[in-house]
């Protein structure tokens, strides 16, 4: 082998060897797949005026206890399932919601209400620290629930509705 040619390989095979470990030291030598580009997830949480005091699906959800609008229509239903909170429960709630121990509490509020078939499971209720909104739901609730007991209205699309009440066209 001519002297030229042995250079020429020696380049080469530096060449090769600089590559690879640069491959390597990138994590790109092939042996196991790899994004070309690294991948970000970011995750932004922000609070609007619009969203404080409403219900949040990932602590809240609602709990139905009937879908029976004979249930629900019937004098006193509602009345004999409403069972007062804890101390502990009100304080697990607000906990979830990010306030203090000592938040002032309009109204510890079933999201889907007894009106319309809801249970009592913590899953159920919410903290509604305006008592203008909690009276504004009130009236929503009893206008879904008198759309029920008139046959104008599904039990199970009234609970759909109040799951998102300020989204409602009857707010």
């Not at 006193?76 to 101390?87: E, I």
């Not at 889907?112 to 203008?132: C, H, K, Q, W, Y």
Request: hydrophobic share 40%; charged share 20%; proline share 5%.
């Amino acid at each position: 082998m001519s002297v030229r040619r042995r250079v020429g390989l020696g380049w080469l095979a530096l060449i090769v060897g600089a590559l690879a470990l640069a491959g390597a030291l990138l994590g790109l030598r092939g042996d196991d797949p790899k994004p070309a580009v690294p991948t970000v997830t970011t995750v932004v949480t922000t609070t609007t005026v619009q969203s404080v005091g409403q219900p949040r699906g990932d602590v809240t959800p609602g709990v139905v206890l009937t879908s029976s609008a004979a249930d629900v229509c019937t004098l006193g239903w509602a009345g004999k399932h409403r069972h007062g909170l804890t101390a502990a429960q009100k304080a697990t709630i607000l906990k979830a919601y990010g306030y203090p121990a000592g938040q002032r509490v309009a109204e510890y509020d079933h999201l889907i209400s007894l009106e319309l078939g809801g249970g009592n499971s913590t899953l159920n209720i919410f903290p509604m620290v305006d008592r203008a909104e909690a009276q504004r739901k009130d009236l929503l609730e009893g206008k879904l629930n008198r759309l029920v007991c008139s046959g104008k209205l599904g039990l199970p699309e009234a609970q759909d509705r109040i799951r998102t009440y300020w989204d409602d066209p009857l707010w």
